[in-house]
């Protein structure tokens, strides 16, 4: 029997999600995982997990030419000005060029992002070379094709939180890899939790040495996408005041805040912090966030 707290709960899902509700005129990203299949074993995700947990499951995945039918019969899709094309790890996807080239080809203008792993440097590097021909033959010239590469943490602490050892080499080598392919633009991703921020002044370093750029993220919990409900990323007062430190000596905070509110009633600048709870934006960037806007650990809109 449902519980009337769980009724309530389903009821303010349903009322948030009319009222809420994006229109196609507000249209401004869309991101869409291609597989599931990954090989990382994160402590903060368990995308990983799916295709072990029900190796059929793979078989539900879309074609090239599924994902071609269903984008050619929608007018919303055309209109999104970002296409994030994730996992799993998408290059791990049998047919991820022809879905790329695809993707160019019904939508030109929108700059493609893909994140990965890094896993996988040589596979990387083999398809984005091809891709990149085929783009020129195509007659795409201009593609804008960005490919984030996780990187939580100097060695030690980013292989902990990936699960795999030697995932720290192979992020570093396919950076190398990436800078090096012509019309491919690349920098890393840093995951934000509990167990590694004290990392990311570490990564800021690296990544100036390095000169490549650094964004970063905080782990989320979803149980339709990240399938890790049970996982919960528990900050405590101390850790965020110390999060709020360090971002402020790498002046990551100046930045963040400054964008805020200069763009802090607009849709599509919302969306790009659908990874900050309320918690975050009100107490470590020191902003009024207007009711409504967040639920839980995510915005809604």
Not at 57 to 86: Q, T, V, W
């Amino acid at each position: 029997m449902i519980s009337f707290n769980d009724k309530i709960k389903k009821g303010s899902r349903v009322l948030r999600s009319v009222l809420f509700a994006p229109k196609p005129e507000d249209f401004f990203f869309l991101t869409f995982a291609i597989t599931y299949l990954c090989g990382s074993k994160c402590a903060m995700c368990n995308i990983w997990q799916k295709y072990k947990d029900d190796p059929h499951k793979n078989r539900e995945e879309l074609s090239a030419g599924e994902i071609r039918e269903a984008f050619s019969r929608s007018e919303i899709l055309k209109r999104a000005r970002i296409l994030i094309i994730a996992g799993g790890e998408p290059f791990l996807k049998k047919d991820f060029n022809e879905i790329i080239l695809f993707l160019k080809s019904f939508n030109p203008a929108a700059p493609v992002i893909i994140p990965t792993n890094g896993q996988h440097p040589d596979l990387i590097e083999d398809k984005l070379k091809e891709l990149m021909q085929s783009l020129l033959k195509q007659g795409n010239r201009d593609s804008v094709l960005y490919v984030g590469v996780s990187l939580d943490g100097m060695e030690e602490a980013h292989e902990r939180m990936r699960g795999i050892e030697g995932s720290f080499r192979d992020a570093l080598k396919t950076v190398e890899i990436l800078r090096n392919i012509k019309g491919i633009y690349t920098g890393f991703v840093f995951t934000l939790t509990p167990q590694n921020y004290r990392e990311f002044k570490s990564v800021v370093k690296l990544s100036k040495e390095m000169k490549m750029p650094l964004t970063f993220q905080f782990a989320q919990t979803s149980s339709h996408y990240y399938d890790n409900k049970e996982i919960h990323f528990n900050w405590d007062r101390e850790q965020i005041d110390e999060v709020r430190d360090i971002l402020r000596e790498t002046h990551y905070f100046d930045v963040i805040r400054k964008e805020f509110l200069d763009f802090r009633f607009s849709r599509t600048f919302m969306d790009r912090l659908l990874s900050y709870n309320r918690y975050f934006l009100e107490y470590v960037l020191e902003l009024a966030i207007p009711r409504g806007l967040c639920h839980g650990d995510t915005f809604v809109v």
